[in-house]
């Protein structure tokens, strides 16, 4: 049994692993190593610390299937649909451009994550949280790699979906078996940079707008405001709403090396000049996103193996998941 090692738990590696259980059923072991805390990358949902059923999707914000992807994609929209995962987008988005005619919107009524969860629970991998990878070395017809406090493993496969600069500063044998013009490729991927508000409130309060998100073009910080329960159809009694703020791509590149407790009051500023009649939150998480979405993507996703694997067709699942701010 060839043993594989899928590095980040978002939704390409939370796919990857759920394709390669389909395919390969009994013949691999599947270990996915995450970073941070939890399951999501940048399909990340916070919960308040005061009421843990109370959401906000930091990251993607809803899910656009263009007629084409509607199509070639098919079999996967319709998993995620059956799982309701996934359900049509219903609610008032102000200010949404479709780049493409017949496009349809979903939303996940558990948040975002939950697609990179169903992903991972149908690969049966074993996840693993907090193991930061910061070495890969070939060691004969397979790979040792290490992590920071703990010990190096040996797998057959390394796959590799985190953003593209952090493949790049990996060390090892990265570096030497990346022909150069796998290299400039690599080199020339740029992302833009953003931050993410999410407000929660206590139950019982109300945010009096007819929309359940927009987009803001007449603010320099803001970008887009979703009321997120609103967003996803989940208005409660029992709950109180959310609210997520995504900043402009000129505002995150300014900001980008500021500390996150200097930048969120001045976003707090920009959003009470948007929305003045605003209640105060019962708690506030800032998030950055320093690779928020790719501006320029040549080739993205990297994978070591043993020649040994039995290969399979490879399944790409690129719908486009929106974390709004890019539309500038």
Not at 163 to 184: A, C, N, Y
Not at 207 to 212: C, E, F, Q
Not at 233 to 239: A, I, K, P, Q, T
Not at 288 to 309: C, E, F, N, P, V
Request: some cysteine.
């Amino acid at each position: 049994m060839s043993r594989v090692l899928i590095v980040g738990a978002g939704l390409t590696g939370s796919l990857c692993a759920c394709l390669l259980r389909r395919e390969l059923s009994d013949k691999v072991k599947i270990v996915v190593w995450e970073k941070s805390r939890g399951t999501g990358g940048r399909m990340s949902t916070s919960r308040s610390p005061s009421n843990m059923s109370c959401t906000a999707d930091l990251g993607a914000q809803y899910i656009t299937a263009t007629p084409y992807y509607s199509q070639i994609h098919k079999s996967f929209y319709e998993e995620l649909l059956l799982h309701d995962v996934l359900k049509p987008l219903e609610a008032t988005i102000e200010g949404m451009m479709l780049k493409d005619e017949g496009s349809l919107n979903y939303v996940t009524p558990s948040g975002v994550s939950s697609i990179v969860k169903h992903y991972l629970k149908e690969s049966g991998a074993e996840v693993f949280f907090g193991h930061h990878v910061t070495h890969v070395y070939r060691r004969g017809s397979g790979w040792e790699v290490c992590r920071k406090g703990g010990s190096p493993e040996q797998f057959d496969v390394v796959v590799l979906t985190m953003p593209v600069p952090q493949i790049l500063q990996l060390q090892g044998d990265i570096g030497s078996l990346l022909k150069d013009s796998e290299r400039q490729k690599l080199e020339a991927v740029s992302y833009s940079s953003r931050f993410a508000l999410g407000l929660f409130y206590k139950a019982g309060v109300q945010i009096s707008v007819p929309w359940a998100a927009k987009y803001v073009s007449s603010n320099p910080c803001i970008r887009y405001i979703a009321i997120d329960d609103k967003k996803r159809n989940l208005v409660s009694d029992e709950c109180g709403p959310s609210l997520v703020v995504h900043t402009s791509v000129p505002f995150g590149l300014q900001h980008l090396e500021d500390p996150l407790e200097e930048v969120q009051p001045v976003i707090l500023c920009e959003l009470e000049k948007v929305m003045p009649e605003l209640p105060k939150p019962e708690n506030i998480k800032c998030q950055k996103w320093r690779y928020s979405q790719y501006t320029i993507a040549h080739m993205s996703g990297l994978t070591l193996k043993d020649d040994r694997l039995p290969s399979s067709p490879a399944t790409h699942f690129r719908p486009a998941a929106h974390a709004p701010a890019t539309a500038t």
